[in-house]
């Protein structure tokens, strides 16, 4: 592969984020709805604000279509970040999510998550 294929290549970014209140187990918080078939570098982010409970504690994970690929530390205070770096093989048909694991502490627990997807293949 040619510098200039290479450069072309990682220009294919796509991103997305998004916020849930107190989000219910499997719920998406963020999506890249079905990216073009290939293999990307995946960029995953979470923090959580507004007032959490230890429900909250580690309470994101990726999902390729359904199926989980990886937890994202995120500890249960305030504004702490967590992320995760992926390489992942999509099919054109599948989407990338951020999701929360289980149901979040219902206090007031507010799940924001961004994602970052550069082909690479």
């Known amino acids: ?3 200039a294929e290479r450069a072309a290549l990682a220009a294919e970014s796509i991103a997305n984020y998004g916020t849930a209140t107190n989000p219910l187990a499997a719920a998406a918080i ?3 709805t079905t990216p073009a078939a290939g293999v990307y570098t995946v960029v995953a982010e979470a923090v959580l604000s ?3 409970g230890a429900a909250d504690l580690n309470n994101f994970e990726v999902r390729k279509g359904a199926t989980v690929l990886q937890t994202i530390i995120v500890p249960a205070v305030t504004l702490q970040r967590g992320s995760v770096t992926l390489r992942i093989l999509v099919n054109g048909a599948q989407s990338i999510t951020i ?3 289980a149901n ?3 206090v007031a627990a507010v799940y924001n ?3 970052t997807a ?3 293949l």
């Open 118 to 120: 550069t082909r690479v």
């Open 1 to 3: 592969m040619t510098s």
């Open 113 to 115: 998550a961004a994602l």
């Open 30 to 32: 963020a999506t890249l």
């Open 104 to 106: 979040a502490s219902g």
């Open 50 to 52: 507004g007032t959490i």
């Open 99 to 101: 999701n929360a694991t």
